[in-house]
């Protein structure tokens, strides 16, 4: 924590709310503001079911960035790290919301789960009709038996690509939780960190790592994982995450995957490339079919260095809907036929 | 003391400003078991408190309602969930009441700890703020007035601190650390001291 | 440099192979490598006009990264910051070759220049038509009247999907090479470095910064820049980049552009939407409309933290090249309709 | 020293093996003014000569044909382009010769100039490798026999290289630096001193 934290902001505490205005412009007339601290899509089509999405700031492009076609309808965006008042999701839940209810998805952590329910709350004593699932993938948070316990990260992107065109497609909320259900049942990641981010408003880091240490099952605030080690080689540590990440669904011979290697912020394309290759050995070993790969910057936890792995499970129905088309400023991704 | 509508209001600016004094230390503590940014939402919570109460509404109740929603809707995080709910939940304990009774307080302690309980899915011993609320709520009860209540609950929710200490956390973003959370106190735990503290020093005024 | 530089890779030597190797896998069957350090499209069409992109590695996801729909048809890697050799260069390109000729697209850097020069008159000796179009965006290089002496950095993205989409359509070497020179004409950019990266081989730091200073104008190697200066806040610094980059073409009332916001490594989103606000404050302020914006990690230096803007002057047919569809391991985006 | 095609391709690994030992000065002057991946390149470039000679080409002018190919395939960068051409241009001053003579020597070094002149568009004063090549040349012609000859042209580059010090970039990844080049010596020139050294030093025997 020596270093004063360098970074290109001005006040720090009007960071997300600057932030959230380079967004929308960033959009180029996708999206819009509220008064309040969230982001919706310019057109929403009625009698659309409704996606928000939303949690705490700093994971950029996660969640905000992900507003557009075929993804979030909504996010209701936190300060750092922190989740969103109930306030701020009941107003964006109400500006996207088309008479068809709305499902809310995010990641689960005790305040995101205590805002969104308060929110949900709020509108319910409207009669505006809410479900809720939360992204539980992140295997080194808790064992399976206490699936309720564990965190959500990088899978959220999975998540709202998949459910983000089920709601575009489907009729009714009932159907849309469904996928939503099923897509996370079959979701699992895991992360390393290899040195640490920081919040602006304080200027320190979130965990202090040593010179030749990482976190393996490090969470995406800085939350403790599962083993802290000597940094070894990209193979090695590959292997470790992919053991506990297979073990846990368990994945099968046979079975079909969305994979996603997702960047924690500093690490470079190039060592996620290199595990890339890794991955693709082991599942290739497991005869474990990749659908379709993503190997980017989209959920991060600040300039954090690390990355995660995950892998979605998929049937006909879920690949039909990762195939569409995604658009939103911080994940494109064309039609695959 | 007597605590009416208005000196409820005055009450709350001053726990704002003892909040606003330690959000450093809440910061560092969080650092230390969580993510870093309980100071920084306990600050942007209790400076809504403090613009809100430039006029406060009627009514202790009102007063303690309109804390809670600004809280509510300025933290974010657990903390404004939780913290919000002490405030928005307790009020009720105050309604149609001139002053704060020492068992208004308690009524409002414990409605407070049943809100935070509710909302947050946990029990004691989890290693939250409910681990200073629940004792405090237990301490201030039979309490002949108010001075005495209010510096029983302080003192009980400063040694709830202390005991979450040695508690592992089974909540927030501290349940990932497991037993490494043991030897630090709750953030959320501490901030309940001061805010009770406050109290205390408030009405011994 | 007294700390380690800690990268989750395998053999540092190795990196660039494994990379590529993981790139590939990436693509989901979309491209394929040779046995030189080259990637190529899986497929590319008889008779068309084929574009060549490459240079050094470490600037993941370029440009290896762009192989794609619209984009490049194969890229020559060399090893981190070095260009690649005339072998892989002439390789490559044969490999990309349909009849119709090659236009060869890439950084103007000194050892790019004669590693792919070489790798020209190989092709030339066998009767293969070649094209050289350099990207010179770096306004802080040289000056305007020395253009062929300026370096070229994130420019390059915005320069391969025009050009790769014109390269898609258009029949002949000539158009092509035209529309390469007239996007080139109209693009300028400029970066600012805040922290420094490092070269896995060496470990090293490519350069020293003290912790209160940023360089503006760094190059994508670390190459020094115009002004070491106190960090400020990011309006200052954006005010300061944008009056070079604005003055130098110049952009005018009434020019649309191209933006682009680019992450040279371990910068987060946050920071670059921050500065993506105060850009389009200063062109609209300008009269200058943004046609589109992209804001993410595209060419990177290694972990150097800090970001570039860069700006194309656009004419409808620059437009309508840029609004095609484009998909690739590195940057995918829908069709603008 | 009589330095037949045999010899030659002995003289070309021991110049190997000096590049070699100093790749990390090569990497840290190139850290100083450009990006630092000299002695990288370098070592891909010369372990690659090393491989290629251990079955030498027939003819001196083919192996050193073979040795500017090794480097120019397998270095990279700059050097890769302008080390290359030196051996792979430099070559043809040894075509149907038996031996290597100091006529041979310094038109081998004038070849190779001509070709990194062309190459490299820059002229000597750029702070390249030309700097020391070029006075290398110039020092060498001449020379009555070999060992003179090159020993002549190592004691040129070396000063070649003292004189990049002052030198301003107008070339390569040192370019912007402008004149806070000054002070360094270039890599690419220190390079080819190595390389010179290391031939009078094998023909010295
Ligand atoms: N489920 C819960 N029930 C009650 N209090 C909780 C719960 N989860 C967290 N807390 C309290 O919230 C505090 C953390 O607040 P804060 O740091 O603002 O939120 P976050 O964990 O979202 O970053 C913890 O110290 C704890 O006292
Ligand atoms: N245009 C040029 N002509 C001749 N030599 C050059 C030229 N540009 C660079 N060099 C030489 O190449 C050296 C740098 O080599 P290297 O670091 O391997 O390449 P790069 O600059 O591509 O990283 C410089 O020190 C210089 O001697
Ligand atoms: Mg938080
Ligand atoms: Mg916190
Ligand atoms: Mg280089
Ligand atoms: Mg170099």
Do not use: F, I, N, Q
């Given at each position: 924590m020596a270093k004063p934290i360098k970074k290109i902001l001005n006040d720090p505490r009007r960071a997300v709310d600057e932030m959230l205005d380079g967004l929308v412009l960033a959009s180029d007339g996708r999206t819009k503001r509220l008064a309040v601290d969230a982001i919706v899509k310019s057109e929403i089509p009625d009698g659309k079911v409704a996606l928000l999405i939303g949690g705490g700031s700093g994971h950029e492009p996660l969640f905000h960035g992900f507003i557009g076609e075929n993804m979030g309808d909504g996010a209701a965006c936190g300060q750092f790290f922190a989740a969103p008042s109930p306030h701020i999701v009941y107003e964006a839940a109400k500006a996207v919301h088309r008479g068809k209810g709305i499902l809310f998805l995010y990641g689960n952590y005790a305040g995101d789960n205590m805002n969104f329910d308060i929110g949900a709350e709020m509108l319910a004593d409207e009669g505006v009709e809410v479900r809720t699932v939360r992204v539980t993938?992140?295997?080194?948070?808790?064992?399976p038996e206490r699936m309720h316990d564990r965190r959500g990260i990088a899978g959220d992107l999975l998540m709202i690509r998949v459910v983000g065109a089920a709601a575009a497609h489907l009729d009714r909320l009932d159907e849309v939780e469904r996928v939503a259900k099923k897509a996370m049942a079959g979701l699992r990641s895991m992360g390393v960190a290899v040195l640490a981010g920081s919040i602006p408003e304080t200027g320190k880091l979130t965990f202090d790592l040593a010179d030749d240490e990482i976190e393996i099952g490090m969470g995406a605030h800085g939350e403790a994982g599962i083993s802290r080690q000597k940094l070894g080689t990209a193979d090695e540590i590959t292997d470790q995450m992919m053991e506990k990440i297979l073990a846990d669904l368990p994945f099968q011979a046979g079975d079909e995957v969305a994979l996603l290697i997702n960047n924690?912020?500093?690490?470079t394309m190039m060592e996620m490339l290199v595990v890339n290759r890794r991955v693709r050995q082991i599942l290739a070993e497991r005869g474990i079919t990749v659908h379709r790969s993503d190997v980017g910057t989209w959920v991060t936890s600040q300039e954090m260095a690390g990355l995660s792995i995950s892998l979605m499970r998929l049937d006909g129905e879920l690949k039909r809907y990762l195939d569409m088309p995604s658009r939103s400023v911080g994940y494109s991704s064309l039609e695959v036929k | 003391m007597r605590v009416d509508d208005e000196r409820a209001a005055e009450m709350l600016l001053a726990v704002a400003r003892a909040v606003l004094d330690r959000v450093d230390d809440l910061t560092d503590a969080d650092l230390a078991i969580g993510d870093g940014d309980h100071g920084i939402g306990m600050r942007r919570g209790f400076e809504a408190v403090e613009l809100v109460l430039e006029n406060p509404p009627s009514g202790i109740d009102g007063v303690f309602k309109a804390a809670g929603m600004a809280i509510m809707s300025n933290t974010g995080g657990a903390a404004g969930a939780v913290f919000g709910s002490v405030f928005t939940s307790g009020a009720a304990a105050f309604a149609a009441q001139e002053e704060i009774t020492p068992e208004g307080f308690v009524e409002f302690l414990t409605a407070a700890q049943g809100a935070v309980q509710r909302r947050g899915g946990v029990a004691e011993g989890a290693k939250t703020m409910l681990d200073a609320l629940a004792p405090a709520a237990r301490a201030a009860a039979g309490a002949s007035d108010l001075k005495t209540a209010t510096a029983a609950a302080a003192e009980a929710a400063l040694q709830g601190v202390e005991a979450t200490k040695a508690m592992i956390a089974t909540?927030?973003?501290?349940?990932?650390?497991?037993?490494?959370?043991?030897g630090h106190p709750d953030p959320g735990a501490i901030s309940m001291s001061i805010i009770l503290g406050a109290m205390r020093d408030y009405v011994a005024g």
């Open positions: 993938d992140d295997v080194a948070a808790a064992p924690l912020g500093a690490t | 909540t927030g973003k501290a349940r990932s650390l497991g037993e490494r959370s043991v």
